[in-house]
């Protein structure tokens, strides 16, 4: 009996749905998160990594081999992420996290990495059925939920909207299975992310207007 199986308990219930304290803490973290990296603040990052290693916990307590695997790749990409904001080319001239939008380059590697992946770890959790009882929406979301993650660690406004792709599957899927706390913070997270892409738009836009106003002051 470990110390911290009491996050495979049931916290409250909640219209005939039982919410077990592992999906409250990990999916409330990492709503905080995601409103951190709205605010482009990098302790984003240290907290994603706090939702991963208590989902970490809770799959392990529960024997979920493919659960506890799939987070250990978010924290490291969080990691990852976490070190790029922290570099000197990451920052804008008032020492904030600079944003943009991608170049269509790097939109179409973000969209044919998504893809490739999608099957890749779908094929895999049709392969071994113990690693996702629902393979190809799991596999959906987690592979959606990294590429968000590249995005936002290189400071790109597609962040917002690979985010918003995760949604409108995680919200239904999340209900379904039901976990209906999982499915309310997915509704959140969209709420969140609409906000979140207006901010980082028009960051991306007033970055761009600066240069384009010294270089008329110096013309």
Same mark, same amino acid.
């Given at each position: 009996?470990?110390?911290?199986?009491?996050?495979?308990?049931?916290?409250?219930?909640?219209?005939?749905?039982?919410?077990?304290?592992?999906?409250?803490?990990?999916?409330?973290?990492?709503?905080?998160?995601?409103?951190?990296?709205?605010?482009?603040?990098?302790?984003?990052?240290?907290?994603?990594?706090?939702?991963?290693?208590? @989902? #970490?916990?809770?799959?392990?307590?529960?024997? &979920?081999?493919?659960? /506890? $695997?799939?987070? +250990?790749?978010?924290? =490291?990409?969080?990691?990852?992420?976490?070190?790029?904001?922290?570099?000197?080319?990451?920052?804008?001239?008032?020492?904030?996290?600079?944003?943009?939008?991608?170049?269509?380059?790097?939109?179409?590697?973000?969209?044919?990495?998504?893809?490739?992946?999608?099957?890749?770890?779908?094929?895999?959790?049709?392969?071994?059925?113990?690693?996702?009882?629902?393979?190809?929406?799991?596999?959906?979301?987690?592979?959606?939920?990294?590429?968000?993650?590249?995005?936002?660690?290189?400071? @790109? #406004?597609?962040?917002?909207?690979?985010?918003? &792709?995760?949604?409108? /599957? $995680?919200?239904? +899927?999340?209900?379904? =299975?039901?976990?209906?706390?999982?499915?309310?913070?997915?509704?959140?997270?969209?709420?969140?992310?609409?906000?979140?892409?207006?901010?980082?738009?028009?960051?991306?836009?007033?970055?761009?207007?600066?240069?384009?106003?010294?270089?008329?002051?110096?013309?």
């Amino acid at each position: 009996m470990s110390g911290l199986d009491w996050l495979g308990d049931v916290a409250f219930t909640a219209l005939g749905q039982k919410v077990i304290w592992s999906d409250m803490l990990g999916n409330t973290i990492g709503l905080a998160a995601l409103a951190l990296g709205w605010r482009r603040n990098v302790l984003t990052w240290p907290v994603q990594l706090l939702s991963g290693l208590v @989902l #970490v916990v809770a799959y392990h307590s529960a024997d &979920l081999a493919g659960g /506890v $695997g799939k987070q +250990l790749i978010v924290i =490291s990409v969080a990691v990852w992420g976490w070190r790029q904001w922290t570099r000197g080319n990451r920052q804008a001239q008032d020492g904030s996290v600079a944003v943009r939008f991608a170049t269509w380059r790097e939109r179409g590697v973000l969209a044919a990495g998504t893809a490739a992946g999608t099957l890749a770890v779908g094929g895999l959790f049709t392969l071994v059925p113990h690693l996702s009882w629902n393979p190809w929406p799991d596999a959906y979301i987690f592979v959606g939920t990294l590429t968000a993650m590249v995005a936002q660690a290189r400071g @790109l #406004v597609e962040f917002w909207f690979a985010w918003l &792709l995760v949604d409108l /599957v $995680g919200v239904p +899927l999340a209900f379904s =299975s039901g976990l209906a706390f999982s499915g309310l913070v997915y509704v959140l997270y969209l709420g969140l992310v609409l906000w979140g892409l207006r901010a980082w738009w028009l960051r991306s836009r007033t970055a761009t207007a600066r240069p384009t106003a010294l270089e008329g002051a110096l013309s």
